[in-house]
């Protein structure tokens, strides 16, 4: 009686745990970018914002993982204060059960990274500066916060070329390509091989310690590199491994889920749900304020391995904005702005807070950041045909008494579109050389040269008033025309294969039409 008893004991507290779903919660986040420098300014205080705002979610998520996917840092030798901002959030993570993953970037240094690596794996941190070393080393199993293994991880840096391909001799460009898509294809696979037999031990541990499961532990992959298809970002360094422009998202294993860094436009790869770029959290170049700055949460409930997965906006910690038009309609949209308003009300306050934002519950892209005495940055794209050699004295006037600097001043032509031929269906074969050329020439808006004077004190008749510039594009051009007609004259004479007359001065067009 009493072994039945013991026996039906067992087969209830079997029952009872087979009925435990184990949670996982990721974060995927890359190209922090600790230490940059945009346009001489500091990103400091964004980057501790956003680290603050970052250790946020993962108390109010109750976050199992983050991943970061590469460019922890900006350049491979990261000011002082960029790896203070990296230690304390990893000593601020400790206390939350969270387990953090580095993934080394292109702009990472390797040896960087690794010089506190074996010191962060007591601190529950894995970093993965290169793909040099043991396969088993890059196979890791994430625990979720109760301890249990949840999840497996292949973690993959940036590549270089060295860690995964010997060099043969006799290679075109094209073998090489193609030798190092099939290596790294190969290292993916590799890593997926370890991750399913690491996997099956753990599943095998769960059983044996009478844990039932549902269904298997899902596998995540991880990546630094431009896949085909991806849209970029001024900000973005054009990497190549070896001579590979960018890798087919084909290559990679049939993972649950893959992490990807080094595009800083949050996106999908391929229309596929589980591979995504997480994109950078602060706007690296002014070209990135179109898009929403995110982060990923992935989630696993433990009974299937395909994940739920959303996005987290992320607040803007600085402001910043891309003023575009000629003079009057940026003069408009400066005293229009809410952002330049606001910074400049908060300026004159001298009870103004001095956090960042006066919240971290940004939920669109629109939404300014607000409580911040910080000017504004502002990229300024002028449209004239003028040449103007005061613009940036103009453009500051504007910004007279408002709280708002600019960053980066540019200069754009508008361009109207304009037929070579007033006819209707010209064909260049009926034109000369020189109707092209003039035809051409009218497409141009050439500014006189700044040092340049009008001809108010010339004595020079009416017909020489043309800007000195165009006459002298005219005249390489007629020279550049005769020599190429004395060159062309001379070798047919010289292979007696027609007889010319020689060129008459007063009449290149009948010479050099066809040309």
């Given at each position: 009686?009493?072994?039945?008893?013991?026996?039906r004991m067992r087969?209830?507290?079997?029952n009872?745990?087979s009925l435990?779903?184990?949670y996982m919660?990721?974060?995927?986040?890359?190209d922090w970018?600790?230490?940059?420098s945009?346009?001489t300014?500091?990103?400091?205080k964004?980057?501790?914002?956003?680290?603050k705002w970052?250790?946020?979610?993962?108390?109010?998520h109750?976050?199992?993982a983050?991943?970061?996917?590469g460019?922890?840092?900006?350049?491979?030798?990261?000011p002082?204060y960029a790896?203070e901002?990296y230690?304390?959030?990893?000593?601020?993570?400790?206390?939350?059960?969270?387990t953090?993953?580095v993934?080394g970037?292109?702009?990472?240094s390797?040896s960087?990274?690794?010089?506190?690596?074996?010191l962060l794996?007591y601190?529950?941190?894995?970093?993965?500066?290169?793909?040099y070393?043991?396969?088993?080393e890059?196979v890791?199993?994430?625990?979720?916060?109760?301890?249990?293994?949840?999840?497996?991880l292949?973690?993959?840096p940036?590549?270089r070329?060295?860690?995964?391909?010997v060099?043969?001799?006799g290679?075109n460009?094209t073998?090489?390509?193609?030798a190092?898509?099939?290596?790294?294809k190969?290292?993916?696979?590799?890593?997926y091989?370890?991750?399913?037999?690491?996997r099956?031990?753990?599943?095998?541990?769960r059983?044996?310690e009478?844990?039932?499961h549902?269904?298997?532990?899902?596998?995540?992959?991880t990546?630094?590199?431009?896949?085909?298809g991806?849209?970029q970002?001024?900000?973005?360094?054009d990497?190549y491994?070896?001579?590979?422009?960018?890798?087919?998202a084909?290559?990679?294993?049939?993972?649950?889920?893959?992490a990807?860094g080094h595009?800083?436009?949050?996106?999908?790869?391929?229309?596929?749900e589980?591979i995504r770029?997480s994109?950078?959290?602060?706007?690296l170049?002014?070209d990135e304020?179109?898009?929403?700055?995110?982060i990923?949460?992935?989630?696993?409930?433990?009974v299937?391995?395909?994940?739920?997965?959303?996005?987290l906006p992320?607040?803007?910690?600085q402001a910043?904005?891309?003023?575009?038009?000629?003079?009057?309609?940026?003069e408009?949209m400066?005293?229009?702005?809410e952002?330049?308003a606001?910074?400049?009300?908060?300026?004159?306050d001298?009870?103004?807070?001095?956090?960042?934002?006066?919240s971290?519950?940004a939920?669109?892209?629109n939404?300014?950041p607000?409580?911040s005495?910080d000017?504004?940055?502002l990229?300024?794209?002028?449209e004239?045909?003028?040449y103007l050699?005061d613009?940036?004295?103009?453009?500051?006037?504007?910004?007279?008494?408002?709280n708002a600097?600019?960053?980066?001043?540019?200069?754009?032509?508008?361009?109207t579109?304009k037929?070579?031929?007033?006819?209707?269906?010209?064909?260049?074969?009926?034109?000369?050389v020189?109707?092209?050329?003039e035809?051409r020439?009218v497409?141009?808006s050439l500014?006189?040269?700044?040092?340049?004077?009008?001809?108010e004190?010339?004595?020079?008749?009416?017909?020489?008033?043309?800007?000195s510039?165009?006459?002298?594009i005219?005249?390489?051009?007629?020279?550049?025309?005769?020599?190429?007609?004395t060159?062309?004259?001379?070798l047919e004479n010289?292979?007696?294969?027609?007889q010319?007359?020689?060129?008459?001065?007063s009449?290149?067009n009948?010479?050099t039409?066809?040309?």
């Amino acid at each position: 009686m009493a072994k039945a008893a013991l026996r039906r004991m067992r087969f209830s507290i079997s029952n009872a745990t087979s009925l435990v779903h184990f949670y996982m919660k990721i974060l995927h986040t890359s190209d922090w970018h600790l230490g940059q420098s945009f346009f001489t300014k500091s990103r400091k205080k964004e980057h501790a914002a956003f680290l603050k705002w970052l250790l946020q979610q993962v108390e109010a998520h109750q976050i199992d993982a983050i991943i970061v996917a590469g460019d922890v840092f900006d350049t491979g030798t990261p000011p002082s204060y960029a790896r203070e901002l990296y230690h304390a959030f990893i000593g601020e993570l400790q206390g939350m059960q969270c387990t953090l993953v580095v993934l080394g970037g292109n702009h990472d240094s390797v040896s960087v990274l690794n010089e506190s690596k074996a010191l962060l794996k007591y601190l529950n941190s894995h970093v993965i500066a290169s793909t040099y070393g043991e396969i088993s080393e890059q196979v890791i199993a994430l625990k979720n916060r109760k301890g249990q293994p949840s999840a497996v991880l292949c973690a993959v840096p940036f590549i270089r070329p060295r860690d995964v391909l010997v060099s043969e001799s006799g290679q075109n460009a094209t073998d090489k390509r193609q030798a190092l898509g099939n290596a790294i294809k190969q290292h993916y696979a590799s890593l997926y091989s370890e991750a399913l037999t690491l996997r099956n031990t753990l599943e095998n541990n769960r059983l044996e310690e009478g844990i039932g499961h549902s269904a298997a532990i899902p596998i995540i992959a991880t990546g630094h590199l431009t896949a085909l298809g991806v849209s970029q970002s001024e900000s973005v360094r054009d990497i190549y491994i070896g001579t590979l422009e960018g890798f087919d998202a084909k290559g990679f294993p049939p993972a649950d889920y893959i992490a990807l860094g080094h595009i800083h436009r949050p996106q999908k790869v391929a229309k596929a749900e589980h591979i995504r770029y997480s994109g950078s959290p602060i706007p690296l170049s002014f070209d990135e304020l179109t898009s929403q700055k995110q982060i990923v949460l992935v989630e696993f409930d433990g009974v299937s391995t395909t994940p739920n997965i959303s996005t987290l906006p992320v607040p803007r910690f600085q402001a910043m904005e891309v003023i575009k038009g000629d003079l009057k309609a940026i003069e408009a949209m400066i005293n229009e702005s809410e952002a330049i308003a606001y910074a400049s009300l908060a300026n004159e306050d001298q009870n103004a807070s001095s956090e960042p934002l006066a919240s971290h519950e940004a939920s669109s892209s629109n939404e300014k950041p607000f409580g911040s005495k910080d000017p504004v940055w502002l990229c300024i794209e002028v449209e004239t045909e003028d040449y103007l050699t005061d613009l940036q004295q103009r453009i500051q006037g504007l910004l007279e008494g408002k709280n708002a600097e600019i960053l980066q001043l540019k200069r754009m032509r508008k361009r109207t579109v304009k037929s070579l031929s007033k006819k209707q269906n010209v064909q260049l074969s009926e034109l000369s050389v020189n109707e092209v050329f003039e035809a051409r020439l009218v497409l141009e808006s050439l500014d006189e040269e700044p040092n340049e004077t009008s001809n108010e004190a010339s004595e020079l008749p009416q017909k020489n008033t043309e800007p000195s510039r165009i006459k002298r594009i005219k005249h390489l051009f007629a020279e550049a025309v005769a020599l190429v007609h004395t060159n062309k004259e001379d070798l047919e004479n010289s292979e007696g294969l027609v007889q010319s007359k020689p060129a008459s001065e007063s009449e290149p067009n009948k010479e050099t039409q066809g040309d």
